[in-house]
């Protein structure tokens, strides 16, 4: 069975740090690409970010290129996310996906984050 | 503003068909593969259907997806009340940089 379980989410005032992990199971971590989506409180889906299997190739929202990156640690089969320079508009639940045939395919229960003074 | 346009809900009656569109541009889904979600809620998002009309393992037959062009549908015939929920679509967008992209979601309600 795939199990995908995000840490690290909390409070955070504007201009703060955080770093999201996502552990797997279940599959070959190396095999899958990864990608971090969030949701807005009443809002819908956006993509933030995904990697490669092996963490060479990376992309990054325009909303947040430049202030977060994926990153991987597949040994640990764990997927990261470093977010800096927090803005309010970055709270959200951010889940973590197993990429298949192209798009997260399975996906996490999500992890909160809320960026306020 | 999203790069794929979809109606805000869709209703039906238990035991109907339910259609939801779901519209893009030459960059994103006219060229690249559709995926479509359900979100129940409280819940994590759940894909439904991916390269335009195929089912993972486990989604009922009752779902069914289809592209023509720019434009794809999702397809829920005989309606049930566990299908009340929003169902996103999504696709690779091409333009400037790859970027994956979402609908804003439809809400289905059955009536």
């Known amino acids: 069975e795939v199990l995908l379980w995000e840490s690290g989410g909390g409070l955070v005032q504007p201009g703060g740090s955080l770093r999201l992990s996502c552990g797997a199971s279940?599959?070959?971590?190396?095999?899958?690409?990864m990608t971090w989506v969030r949701q807005a409180p009443g809002s819908g889906l956006e993509w933030v970010s995904t990697?490669?299997?092996?963490?060479?190739?990376?992309y990054h929202a325009d909303s947040v290129k430049g202030r977060f990156t994926i990153f991987r640690d597949n040994p640990k089969n764990t997927l990261f996310l470093d977010m800096n320079s927090l803005r309010v508009d970055d709270t959200a639940v951010y889940y973590c996906?197993?990429?298949?045939?192209?798009?997260?395919?399975?996906w996490g229960q999500g992890t909160l984050v809320t960026v306020s003074s | 503003q999203s790069a794929l346009a979809q109606p805000p809900s869709a209703s039906g009656a238990p035991g109907q068909r339910v259609t939801i569109s779901c519209s893009g541009s030459?960059?994103?889904?006219?060229?690249?593969?559709v995926y479509w979600y359900q979100q129940l809620p409280g819940r994590a998002p759940k894909l439904l259907i991916y390269?335009?009309?195929q089912r993972p393992s486990g989604v009922p037959d009752r779902f069914s997806g289809s592209k023509s062009g720019a434009s794809a549908s999702l397809a829920i015939s005989g309606l049930r009340s566990e299908d009340e929920g929003h169902y996103f679509c999504?696709?690779?967008?091409?333009?400037?940089?790859?970027?994956?992209?979402f609908g804003p979601g439809t809400k289905v309600s059955v009536l």
């Open positions: 996906a197993r990429n298949y045939a192209g798009a997260p395919d399975h």
């Open positions: 279940g599959f070959p971590f190396d095999d899958y690409a």
């Open positions: 990697i490669s299997g092996s963490g060479v190739v990376t």
């Open positions: 030459r960059s994103n889904i006219g060229s690249n593969s």
């Open positions: 390269n335009n009309d």
């Open positions: 999504a696709g690779w967008d091409d333009s400037l940089r790859q970027s994956l992209v």
